[in-house]
């Protein structure tokens, strides 16, 4: 089939239109964090409800929408199309950002919450796999790497217009109305033509569950999920708790976990770029995710050694470890490239969210290894089993650089 010259540009509509997208999800993703205190102490909760208790709650319900979301988003990708998804779950969340600025109860917090994290799981799968989709295969690492940058940068944007705008109801609608805006860019958007041909034939595809029926299907969708867990692990325990563990190699001055975050984030912006550039000119995706990994595991090291440092370097090293998980770009893509037309969209969209998803497994493993060792070394330990288990998976996996992506599952 030839490809229109619109289309092989690697700036065109649908990359655009994904790479904004992401933007919003992450923004969102990141601002409830940032906004979590202000928001719970305005609700009138006190602040033992705010660390723990609703607080909890409000993290985990998101983290319910992620997966119920990544599950059902997948599906409709596969069966209804990559653009359905698309435009489904940026209305949604921008939706459900706009109604988080009028929440006035912990319950009203707790349903729209659930709702932003439920349209927040569709977006990334399905822009990647349609950006895969329709750029000719020596330009769609460039395609997927434009939207994990500009994506990624919407935490530090959050950050930003958090600091600057000040009222938290101000920051939920100011996302809002970004989605919605996309909408408009959303009309100009074609359907992957892989995805047209597949829709145009009698070929199963949508199936969750086919994922489980085969041995071999099961162990390399597994190896993709595996390859995420260092990230979350990076910002959801050394970046989230980084004030504790600050305190506990007495670094000089007081550490806000809110700027160890933008730090962490800005360096995530900078590796997926990188990592992205780097696998095009290596023309790899495994190798590149197996040199990441690898400066993952030395600049966890150089983190939870950090005795007596000053503040500026220990925002530094946050940067370094957010520029060494910064292959999302790299992970997604081998996710799409991974499996055929009539199951892309399940495994791409289902993947991220998945791994997401490891985080509570994260936290109590690292909870339970505290009972046995210090706040330190268990941070190394659990460093180790995340990174480790990584290493394994990239080095399973199969080479996806340059894959021809029009084929079918058997399902």
């Not at 993703?29 to 928001?39: A, E, G, M, N, Y």
């Not at 984030?265 to 023309?283: E, H, K, N, V």
Request: aromatic fraction near 12%; charge should be positive; include cysteine.
């Amino acid at each position: 089939m030839k490809t229109d010259s619109r289309s092989a540009s690697i700036f065109n509509i649908a990359v655009i239109v994904a790479s904004l997208g992401y933007f919003v999800d992450i923004y969102d993703l990141l601002l409830f964090t940032i906004v979590r205190v202000p928001s719970l102490k305005e609700l009138g909760l006190p602040q033992n409800e705010i660390d723990a208790g609703a607080g909890l709650l409000l993290i985990n319900i998101q983290m319910l929408g992620l997966l119920i979301g990544g599950i059902v988003w997948g599906i409709v990708g596969d069966k209804k199309g990559r653009l359905s998804v698309l435009f489904g779950s940026i209305l949604i969340y921008s939706v459900a950002n706009i109604a988080n600025g009028f929440v006035h109860s912990i319950n009203g917090y707790v349903l729209w919450r659930f709702v932003a994290g439920f349209g927040l799981a569709g977006e990334l799968g399905a822009g990647i796999t349609l950006v895969s989709e329709i750029l000719p295969k020596e330009k769609r690492g460039y395609g997927t790497m434009i939207v994990a940058t500009v994506g990624v940068s919407g935490a530090v944007a959050a950050n930003l217009i958090a600091k600057l705008v000040g009222d938290w109801r101000i920051c939920y609608f100011i996302g809002g109305g970004l989605g919605l805006c996309l909408l408009i860019l959303r009309v100009s958007v074609m359907e992957s033509h892989l995805f047209n041909e597949v829709r145009s034939s009698t070929a199963a595809r949508g199936s969750f569950f086919a994922l489980f029926t085969s041995r071999q299907r099961f162990f390399k969708y597994l190896k993709c999920m595996l390859l995420g867990a260092p990230t979350w692990f990076v910002v959801g325990i050394l970046i989230a708790f980084s004030n504790k563990f600050a305190k506990e190699m007495n670094v000089n001055g007081a550490i806000n976990p809110g700027d160890a975050v933008a730090f962490c984030y800005a360096g995530l912006t900078l590796g997926d770029f990188s990592s992205g550039l780097i696998s095009q000119l290596w023309r790899s995706r495994r190798k590149v995710m197996l040199l990441f990994l690898v400066f993952t595991g030395i600049m966890v090291a150089v983190y939870l050694n950090m005795f007596g440092a000053q503040t500026w370097m220990f925002y530094t090293v946050c940067f370094l470890l957010g520029f060494s998980v910064g292959f999302w770009a790299i992970f997604v893509t081998i996710a799409a490239e991974s499996f055929g037309t009539n199951l892309r969209a399940t495994v791409a969209t289902t993947v991220p969210n998945f791994a997401r998803g490891m985080l509570p497994l994260i936290s109590l493993l690292f909870i339970q290894v505290q009972h046995y060792f210090t706040f330190l070394q268990s941070g190394a330990i659990v460093a180790v089993i995340c990174i480790g288990i990584a290493m394994v998976a990239a080095w399973k996996i199969e080479e996806t650089f340059g894959k021809d992506l029009n084929y079918l599952e058997e399902i």
